[in-house]
């Protein structure tokens, strides 16, 4: 095989592999991932000159098909000069042994940086200042583009006298990243799944009170930012000990299923229904202030009583208790739903009412 094969050759397995690391995202800050094409067109450009640097620029968006065609076409262009740039740069210096090779690594980083920070520029805010998310992003382009520098190096001083091992060993790393993302993201998958079950109860697939929880965290937060109040109610069946002592635990559990379909087909698509524990749910109503809240707790108590359920395939008629209470900034989430709680239970004294907790004014009054 004659040299100008071989420099064909490794050009083009050095665009491909540039071209298939931009297709490796790795999660470096909380909700921030970058490819790993920077320091694969680094490479490209340094030891196969700008042609070279200009098409591993170019090929990173060559399996990028969900973006539109426009974008992709800038984002080629703007790849290409990256690669001609560090390229250019490359031929000037000298890069023989180690030495030559950090130096030239080290060149060709800092050239590749300073051309993608400009996505970091144009996301300061108009003060001047970065807020969280994009501190994130410029660590994630720092740690993207500085952390393979030492292999950065050894490729570089690996391909000027044995180039098929060099590109070998670059093909491997890509191998081992391509491995590790895959594992990362079914372990990510896993554990979504997890926390998804956890927040699920088993019997109704309703929420449960770990999900219930994070809904009264974000509620009261967009209460805070200037948004309506939201109900909260505790909802409870009433007589369910004799529904499981007559027709059986499993007509009970029956009973429950339908209980959380039935509210969940009825209410708005923004209300959210939780089981709580036995025959007890909790609704969480957004954009709910203080005169509707009475008739919300009433609409509720008669979705249950107004229509029988079948148990046990016999029509029966389900009655429950509710405890209606504003969620406010007046009081923490835990405060409101204590509260919901104590009228739930004095509702139970009587069955088949709605006690709405009242305004300090008028309680006084």
């Given at each position: 095989?004659?040299?100008?094969?071989?420099?064909?050759?490794?050009?083009?397995?050095?665009?491909?592999?540039?071209?298939?690391?931009?297709?490796?995202?790795?999660?470096?800050?909380?909700?921030?991932?970058?490819?790993?094409?920077?320091?694969?067109?680094?490479?490209?450009?340094?030891?196969?000159?700008?042609?070279?640097?200009?098409?591993?620029?170019?090929?990173?968006?060559?399996?990028?098909?969900?973006?539109?065609?426009?974008?992709?076409?800038?984002?080629?262009?703007?790849?290409?000069?990256?690669?001609?740039?560090?390229?250019?740069?490359?031929?000037?210096?000298?890069?023989?042994?180690?030495?030559?090779?950090?130096?030239?690594?080290?060149?060709?980083?800092?050239?590749?940086?300073?051309?993608?920070?400009?996505?970091?520029?144009?996301?300061?805010?108009?003060?001047?200042?970065?807020?969280?998310?994009?501190?994130?992003?410029?660590?994630?382009?720092?740690?993207?583009?500085?952390?393979?520098?030492?292999?950065?190096?050894?490729?570089?001083?690996?391909?000027?006298?044995?180039?098929?091992?060099?590109?070998?060993?670059?093909?491997?790393?890509?191998?081992?990243?391509?491995?590790?993302?895959?594992?990362?993201?079914?372990?990510?998958?896993?554990?979504?799944?997890?926390?998804?079950?956890?927040?699920?109860?088993?019997?109704?697939?309703?929420?449960?009170?770990?999900?219930?929880?994070?809904?009264?965290?974000?509620?009261?937060?967009?209460?805070?930012?200037?948004?309506?109040?939201?109900?909260?109610?505790?909802?409870?069946?009433?007589?369910?000990?004799?529904?499981?002592?007559?027709?059986?635990?499993?007509?009970?559990?029956r009973l429950l299923v339908d209980v959380?379909?039935?509210?969940?087909?009825?209410?708005?698509?923004?209300?959210?229904?939780?089981?709580?524990?036995?025959?007890?749910?909790?609704?969480?109503?957004?954009?709910?202030?203080?005169?509707?809240?009475?008739?919300?707790?009433?609409?509720?108590?008669?979705?249950?009583?107004?229509?029988?359920?079948?148990?046990?395939g016999r029509p029966r008629t389900i009655?429950?208790?509710?405890?209606?209470?504003?969620?406010?900034?007046?009081?923490?989430?835990?405060?409101?739903?204590?509260?919901?709680?104590?009228?739930?239970?004095?509702?139970?004294?009587?069955?088949?009412?709605?006690?709405?907790?009242?305004?300090?004014?008028?309680?006084?009054?």
């Open positions: 095989m004659t040299a100008l094969d071989t420099g064909v050759a490794a050009a083009i397995v050095l665009v491909a592999l540039t071209a298939l690391a931009e297709q490796l995202n790795v999660v470096v800050a909380r909700r921030t991932r970058v490819s790993l094409s920077g320091p694969f067109l680094v490479a490209a450009a340094l030891v196969g000159g700008p042609l070279v640097g200009a098409c591993a620029g170019a090929a990173t968006e060559a399996f990028t098909t969900e973006d539109p065609p426009r974008k992709r076409v800038v984002c080629a262009a703007a790849g290409a000069f990256q690669g001609f740039a560090i390229g250019l740069v490359g031929e000037q210096l000298s890069h023989r042994g180690v030495s030559g090779a950090v130096v030239l690594a080290t060149a060709g980083l800092l050239i590749g940086f300073a051309l993608n920070a400009r996505v970091v520029l144009r996301a300061l805010g108009r003060n001047g200042n970065l807020r969280r998310e994009l501190r994130a992003a410029w660590r994630a382009i720092v740690v993207a583009w500085f952390l393979p520098a030492p292999l950065l190096v050894a490729f570089i001083h690996l391909f000027e006298t044995t180039p098929g091992l060099a590109l070998a060993y670059a093909a491997g790393l890509l191998l081992v990243a391509a491995y590790a993302n895959r594992f990362r993201r079914r372990l990510e998958r896993a554990l979504a799944g997890e926390r998804s079950r956890a927040r699920v109860d088993a019997l109704t697939a309703a929420p449960n009170r770990y999900a219930l929880a994070e809904a009264l965290a974000y509620e009261q937060a967009r209460i805070r930012r200037g948004g309506r109040t939201a109900a909260l109610c505790f909802l409870d069946l009433d007589r369910f000990k004799t529904v499981n002592d007559t027709y059986g635990y499993a007509a009970g559990d959380h379909h039935r509210l969940r087909g009825e209410l708005r698509a923004s209300d959210l229904v939780f089981r709580w524990g036995g025959e007890e749910f909790v609704v969480l109503a957004p954009h709910v202030d203080r005169t509707e809240l009475a008739d919300f707790a009433e609409r509720l108590r008669l979705l249950l009583a107004t229509r029988p359920f079948a148990i046990d009655t429950s208790s509710v405890g209606a209470v504003l969620l406010d900034e007046s009081r923490t989430a835990d405060e409101a739903l204590e509260a919901a709680g104590r009228l739930v239970r004095k509702a139970k004294l009587t069955r088949n009412t709605a006690v709405v907790e009242r305004p300090a004014a008028d309680a006084a009054a």
